[in-house]
């Protein structure tokens, strides 16, 4: 069975930077592409960043370009979100997923494309 654990939320004022783990347990991440997504409340969850197999490839939701930073360590089992210059429009659960089955095609942003998925973890930034 597979699991992945978010944990490194919590609260942060304004300005300020948290850094994200997922691990994984009952699957090897390094055969996984893997994303972040995040759902504020009352919105629906969004794409936040993913990387591919051997972390060589990154992509990035507008919003967060150039903020945030997706990476994995696949002898940790462990993929992190780094996220810095933190704004009030970055409270939300964030949630990582994995993909599990071959797909020809990967369209990172996508819900549909993982097929595993955290729990998630509470970020919320004070302004």
């Known amino acids: 069975q597979v699991q992945l654990v978010e944990s490194g939320g919590g609260l942060v004022q304004a300005g300020g930077s948290l850094r994200l783990s997922c691990a994984a347990s009952g699957r090897i991440l390094s055969n996984s592409r893997l994303a972040w997504f995040r759902q504020a409340p009352g919105k629906e969850r969004a794409f936040v960043a993913a990387i591919n197999r051997s972390g060589g490839l990154t992509h990035y939701a507008d919003s967060v370009k150039g903020r945030f930073t997706i990476s994995r360590d696949n002898a940790k089992n462990t993929v992190y979100l780094q996220m810095n210059s933190l704004n009030s429009e970055d409270t939300a659960v964030y949630y990582c997923?994995?993909?599990?089955?071959?797909?020809?095609?990967?369209?990172?942003?996508?819900?549909?494309?993982?097929?595993?998925w955290g729990q998630g973890t509470q970020v919320t930034v004070s302004s």
């Open positions: 997923a994995a993909d599990g089955r071959f797909r020809f095609e990967w369209t990172p942003d996508t819900r549909t494309s993982y097929d595993y």
